[in-house]
């Protein structure tokens, strides 16, 4: 909860409401909302391109597999440099073609470990680049390989995982944003911060879901509407309830208010509903937090170092004594 009330929202830049309008529009499109469906473009199916001959190496013959990429390796490391420029070119975009397939599969089914991902699109992508600086690359194997960077630069921003489920503003009833009071984002969300919410309303292990929407509403009510603050809209970017269910909050569109002036730069804020001055938040609640803060540390590239409870800027006691160590073991 926000102690004393810095008016966290300086006077629009915008002056009329077609041009907040207009302003708000440009940055929904210039950000990906955090939704549990990344939007990746696929690849388009492979044609085959080398055709079976005697004397071609083996990984020709193999359907695409693990194995054939197994293969392809080998072959580049010793015996590529006794074919054709074009073999080894194809060799290598079937390469990066299946780490990128694989890949949009385990991310699918959380199949593997996100830094296994990381270094596997990673290595797509530099594959990719490096055929597109190939003299010897024909326009087909080029406009391949943009295709493939496209998709390896779209996989290594989209969440790792299965994505999160979020309740939306208009699933709990919020009021709309008073936008003349908010501040754009400016930059990358850059840090996050953990708050809890300090209030005995919410029901300590979630309650319904009605219960918790009407405690986001009771916050947004008091955070726009309280003569301290009159902010702009909520001041956290999420809430979480005892039951673990996530609510939006601020859209990400905009700077929050939750830690105080330029505290507020480039922070996410979340809010753990309840107050944990005397209690911990349930491991439901926790498991939410763990699953929300990997989604945003993987989306807007921010360290685990960059995580921090509200207590780091300040002198307040918030989020609790039990969350704030919980989230210095946070990795
Ligand atoms: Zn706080």
Known sequence: MQRSSPRASAPS??????GALLARLALALALAPLCACPTVPKTPPQEPVVVEEPGNPEWVREPMSWRKLELIEQWLEVDATRHSPE????????????RLLFSRRDIENGAAPKETLQVR???????????????????GARSRAQVGLKGAVALASAPTGKGVAIIRRQQ???????????????????????HHSAESTSDPRG???????????????????????????????FLIDGAGRIFEGRELDWQ???????????????CMLGD??????????LKSLQVLLD??????RIPAERVAPHNTYGTTRCPGPALTAWLKKYK
Do not use: C
């Open 13 to 18: 830049v915008f002056r009329s409401r077609r």
């Open 87 to 98: 073999l080894v070119i194809e060799a290598k975009l079937q390469l990066n073609e299946g």
């Open 121 to 139: 699109v990673e290595s797509a992508r530099k594959g990719f680049e490096e055929i597109l600086a190939d003299p010897a690359a024909s326009a």
């Open 172 to 194: 709990w009833n919020a009021r709309a944003p008073r936008v003349s009071n908010l501040t754009p984002l400016k930059g990358a969300w850059s840090r996050i911060t953990v």
């Open 207 to 237: 309650g319904s879901l009605e219960d918790s929407a009407g405690t986001v509403r009771i916050i947004q009510k008091y955070h726009m509407d309280d003569p301290e603050h009159r902010w702009g809209d909520i001041g956290y970017h």
């Open 256 to 270: 929050g208010a939750h830690a105080g002036g330029s505290n507020n730069q480039q922070n996410i804020g979340i």
């Open 276 to 285: 944990f001055e005397k209690r911990a938040p349930t491991e439901a609640a």
């Open 295 to 300: 989604d945003l540390r993987g989306r807007y």
